[in-house]
């Protein structure tokens, strides 16, 4: 391995992973510089089954043997030499902002996503994440999305990084095994324009949201349609009233004991397993 001793944070090799707790100025850094940070051993053995490319690794002197198969197979897949960087425990909590108790970091190149078209070709089963900003309902949707048997995810303009380090983390490394999108770049792209898109690629459109007219998660025709688009709204305000509008359906789950909705994350679970094949 190309093991480099870090003994000040100051150094530029490792750039890459300063200040790894400050959220806003990670989610504008890693893509300005077309990376991502995937954390811990089995989060970056999924990255790297899936074909990204490690630019660096940033690990504790003890971890250093254990990873050795990691970095391995990282450097067949780049056909170079992946930097591994280390030093004390100390100086590297003081680079990224919290101890590296997972042992291990790894830099990233962003891969380059897909066409909505190209994405969808084959699917039949979609999730749409509209506007969330918890990187942890992110992460924990993709987790369900990979069990549950989803086709694609698609993520609309105002919805927080799949790729940011704590949204991999919770989807423990299944960001990398479903199919993901964005769709749209810009706010003017989503709603009205995206859902648009989906109806021309043959998708019925179905809004989870509390409203009175909304039919439930069982209702047999949801099951019935042959391809069907999930849509799921931000934390607190839910989807936008456009959205539901543009929608084929608005669609409940059904509660008991007086709640009156589930937390987004469990929500998708909730209707992967009831609307995808799970056999």
């Not at 806003?24 to 850094?29: E, H």
């Not at 490319?53 to 250093?64: D, N, P, V």
């Not at 025709?221 to 069907?228: I, S």
């Not at 929608?247 to 509660?255: A, E, F, L, N, S």
Request: hydrophobic fraction near 50%; include cysteine; proline fraction near 5%.
């Amino acid at each position: 391995m190309g093991i480099v001793n870090i003994e000040c944070i100051d150094d530029e090799r490792v750039a890459a992973y300063v200040s790894l707790t400050e959220r806003q100025l990670r989610s504008k850094l890693e893509p300005a510089r077309g990376i991502f940070i995937a954390e811990s051993p089995k989060v970056i053995a999924r990255a790297l089954d899936a074909g990204m490319q490690a630019e660096s690794f940033l690990m504790e002197r003890r971890w250093l043997d254990s990873v050795a198969p990691l970095v391995q197979q990282a450097e067949q897949i780049t056909g170079s030499e992946v930097p591994v960087y280390t030093g004390e425990s100390a100086e590297l909590a003081k680079l990224t902002g919290f101890a590296l108790t997972r042992g291990v970091l790894c830099a990233m190149r962003r891969p380059t996503l897909p066409a909505v078209e190209d994405l969808l070709a084959n699917a039949r089963r979609v999730a749409v994440l509209e506007s969330i900003v918890d990187h942890t309902n992110v992460g924990a949707a993709f987790r369900s999305a990979a069990a549950l048997n989803v086709d694609a995810v698609l993520v609309t303009p105002t919805c927080c990084d799949p790729l940011y380090r704590r949204a991999v983390r919770v989807s423990m490394g299944t960001v990398f095994q479903v199919p993901w999108t964005r769709i749209g770049e810009t706010v003017a792209d989503w709603p009205e324009a995206g859902i648009a898109r989906l109806h021309a690629l043959g998708f019925k459109t179905a809004a989870f949201a509390l409203e009175d007219r909304s039919i439930s998660l069982a209702d047999p025709a949801l099951a019935a349609e042959e391809r069907l688009a999930l849509v799921f709204g931000t934390e607190g305000d839910g989807l936008a009233p456009a959205t539901i509008a543009s929608c084929d359906y608005t669609v409940k789950i059904p509660m008991a004991h007086g709640v009156d909705s589930l937390n987004v994350a469990a929500a998708t679970a909730v209707a992967f397993w009831q609307l995808c094949n799970h056999e």
